[in-house]
């Protein structure tokens, strides 16, 4: 049964680029498939002081995430989880070089561009959030999802 009083979890992660089209996704050791980088966000932390945070954590990266492009509200059968997917900028060669990955937290990192991402890489359930985070990235704008799952039962 869930618990239609829990609070959603949150993180936020950065969309990177490398100055070629090519955009920095991770691979977490915990789980399946590719993400973006960040993870996620601490009691007192906002979603950018999260994402700076594990950016340095996880990969030695030194960057401050710009404007908000993406904010998503996905429905879980535990409460729920919010996700904020910041401009990351562009990475200089120097801090690609430099990239060290925390491998208890992440097995490998990649540059790829949009159309090299496989579903086997992103899964189509969180497709959608980054085709909107390139489109925000690309339009100027922002935007805000809700992804529909299962529902908590009410009493």
Not at 30 to 43: F, I, M, Q, T
Not at 52 to 73: A, D, K
Not at 74 to 88: K, L
């Amino acid at each position: 049964m869930t618990n239609p009083l829990a609070r959603p979890t949150m993180s936020a992660g950065a969309l990177l680029d490398n100055g070629k089209g090519e955009y920095l996704i991770v691979k977490p050791g915990y789980k399946e498939g590719w993400n973006l980088p960040g993870g996620g966000v601490d009691e007192g932390e906002t979603p950018r002081q999260a994402c700076e945070r594990e950016l340095r954590e996880e990969l030695g990266i030194e960057q401050t995430p710009g404007r908000l492009l993406v904010s998503t509200y996905v429905q879980t059968a535990d409460g729920g989880h919010i996700y904020w997917i910041f401009d990351g900028g562009t990475l200089t060669p120097e801090q690609q070089q430099a990239i060290v990955i925390q491998e208890s937290e992440l097995t490998a990192f990649r540059f790829s561009g949009p159309d090299d991402i496989s579903p086997t890489d992103i899964p189509p359930s969180r497709r959608p959030l980054w085709d909107a985070a390139l489109g925000a990235l690309r339009d100027g704008g922002s935007v805000h999802l809700e992804v529909a799952g299962p529902r908590p039962e009410r009493r």
